[in-house]
């Protein structure tokens, strides 16, 4: 399974970005998706994710309210609709799928960044 994640960019606090991963090369209706973010200097940490049906979610409490995670089974990708971004919310982000819903992530993307200027 590849994982292909877009969407970064560097952006003022208060602005939004979709970033979005799109996944090739396996059963991407049967995974959970997932999104994590890793700021520099700093461990990589959960941001959402999402199951597979009915598509219950869970996201961090550091973001939550202004993120949305969201998937399109038919076109292989998922959504992390990120609004109201802080300088805190700078990091890579990358998308990774579980291919049994139980954990761990057995998948990863390369990552894309979200820069958010004060």
């Known amino acids: 399974v590849q994982l292909q994640a877009s969407g970064g960019g560097l952006v003022q606090a208060g602005d939004s970005l979709r970033l979005s991963c799109t996944a090739s090369?396996?059963?991407?209706?049967?995974?959970?998706m997932g999104w994590f973010r890793q700021a520099p200097g700093k461990e990589r940490e959960f941001v959402a994710s999402?199951?597979?049906?009915?598509?219950?979610?869970q996201v961090a409490d550091s973001v939550k309210g202004r993120f949305t995670i969201s998937r399109n089974n038919a076109k292989n990708t998922v959504y992390l609709q990120t609004n109201s971004l802080k300088p805190e919310d700078t990091a890579v982000y990358f998308c990774?799928?579980?291919?049994?819903?139980?954990?761990?992530?057995?998948?990863w993307g390369q990552g894309t960044l979200v820069t958010v200027s004060s």
């Open positions: 999402i199951f597979w049906r009915p598509y219950n979610t």
């Open positions: 990774a799928a579980d291919r049994d819903g139980i954990g761990p992530f057995d998948f």
């Open positions: 090369g396996g059963t991407f209706s049967n995974y959970v």
